[in-house]
């Protein structure tokens, strides 16, 4: 199987970190995301221990929140000891609301509000990650008011394509996110931020791109990264500490994807971050990542139940399910491949191929096409693989939809750790 924790029981039913699919969705209910948090730790642990063994002493990986969030999930952060980025007023109170030291916590985001700003400083957030002149004032500003000197990293644009989906690719120049070194305006900012009274600056970030399985694209950011550092030290006196080379390493969404060692990954990076700053002649920062997907991604799938087969003669099949872009937008968005199985019959091998449509009244919410699985009745369980990431935090209430609950198993228990929506809950804010 794709991933080590699915496997197939007696009856014929896949199992997920050792559950029985189908008992699960009939405790639950459809649509149903089902996460696996023994795995999730396992990976902290992996990203955890990788940092500790190669790079310098504080050098710590951050949750990217906007993979994932919901308190239970900071819960399990702060357990585990690592920092998380948080890119709203939600995820910090989210997080908040979790128990997680928000110290820990990383602003980021491309235009930060004044109220979002003041909101996060109130609640001691230990760093902002700086996107644009206009958040210099501004944090600047309301950080006197409040009388605080707030830490905040420059996240700059090193120019780099890391040959990934347009839409989850970010580092370019022309990227709508950070300052570009290329035109001299990353620079500038850096002068700018020193000389804020209520301003301390810890260092840079960067963060190419999602869905990345090789580490070239790191390197090559960590190469211009330091040079940058290199440069700024000269030119202003200030020198880095810290470093942040973002997220985005890949998972494997079907059989075609790489398995990833990233703690062998993490390792390529450190060691061309070290030979780079013995070349350069400057100490080596802490380093710092954010994995949201590879931390999440593959520790989750979702179980839905199947309403029809329906064969247009000469044509294609659509296998129709509960569920579809309302609580999983991603081949809506980006044509993104998920593996499916027919977990009913999990021992079975494929004998159609389909588009699995989702119940939106929209000819493109589709879950994908050209599906290969066991020909499904009417209530048997589909399994769509992989969706640990960007699939609840991306739901929607698209045809006022109900969002599904999220159940998390491990060793001992499967407990529900976001209840599903009700009719209630979709009319709660109307007047
Ligand atoms: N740091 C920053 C600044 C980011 O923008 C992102 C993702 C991450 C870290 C985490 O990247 P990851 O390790 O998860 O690749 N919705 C899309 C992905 C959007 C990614 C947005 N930024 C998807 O479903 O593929």
Redesign the pocket.
Do not use: L, N, V, W
């Given at each position: 199987m794709i991933h080590n924790n699915l496997s197939i029981n007696s009856v014929g039913h896949l199992t997920f970190a050792g559950y029985d699919t189908v008992e699960l969705a009939n405790k639950y209910g459809t649509p149903l995301y089902l996460m696996d948090e023994d795995k999730i730790r396992n990976r902290v642990r992996v990203y955890k221990q990788a940092f500790k063994d190669f790079f310098p002493e504080g050098s710590v990986p951050e949750y990217?929140s906007?993979?994932f969030s919901c308190k239970r999930i900071y819960e399990i952060m702060a357990e585990e000891g690592i920092n998380i980025?948080a890119v709203s007023k939600g995820e910090i109170y989210t997080a908040k609301k979790a128990g997680f030291n928000l110290a820990n916590c990383f602003f980021?985001g491309n235009n930060k509000t004044d109220s979002d700003i003041a909101f996060a400083i109130d609640n001691g957030v230990g760093h902002f990650v700086v996107d644009c002149i206009e958040e210099i004032y501004a944090i600047n500003k309301i950080a006197a008011e409040k009388n605080v000197v707030q830490k905040v990293f420059l996240r700059v644009s090193p120019g780099i394509d890391p040959h990934t989906h347009k839409k989850?690719s970010?580092g370019s120049v022309e990227s709508k996110?950070g300052i570009a070194i290329e035109t001299g305006q990353a620079m500038d900012a850096v002068r700018l931020i020193l000389e804020q009274k209520n301003l301390s600056l810890c260092g840079f970030h960067c963060?190419v791109g999602?869905?990345i399985f090789e580490s070239e694209p790191f390197c090559t950011a960590a190469e211009i990264m330091l040079s940058f550092i290199k440069s700024v030290k000269e030119e202003t006196g200030f020198l880095a500490s810290a470093l942040n080379l973002?997220?985005?390493?890949g998972v494997r969404y079907t059989e075609k994807d790489p398995v990833t060692d990233y703690r062998a990954k993490i390792k390529e990076v450190a060691d061309v971050v070290n030979a780079l700053c013995k070349n350069l002649g400057i100490p080596v920062p802490k380093i710092l990542m954010?994995?949201?997907?590879?931390l999440v991604a593959d520790a989750g799938i979702t179980l839905y139940t199947v309403g029809s087969v329906k064969e247009i003669t000469g044509y294609k099949t659509y296998v129709s399910i509960d569920g579809g872009m309302a609580d999983n937008p991603?081949f809506a968005l980006?044509e993104?491949e998920h593996t499916v199985i027919n977990a009913t019959h999990a021992d079975k091998k494929p004998n159609l191929v389909a588009s699995v449509a989702g119940r939106c009244c929209e000819s493109g919410d589709l879950i994908g096409e050209k599906l290969s699985l066991y020909k499904p009745s009417r209530n048997d369980i589909l399994a769509v693989l992989t969706t640990g990431?960007?699939n609840y935090s991306?739901a929607s209430n698209y045809n006022r939809i109900e969002r599904p609950c999220v159940v998390m198993v491990n060793k001992t228990k499967d407990y529900i750790a976001v209840k599903r929506e009700t009719l209630d809950d979709l009319i709660s804010l109307d007047e």
């Open positions: 990217a906007k993979a980025d980021h989850i970010t996110f963060h999602s869905q973002g997220g985005g390493f954010e994995p949201g997907r590879s991603r980006y993104a990431a960007y991306m």
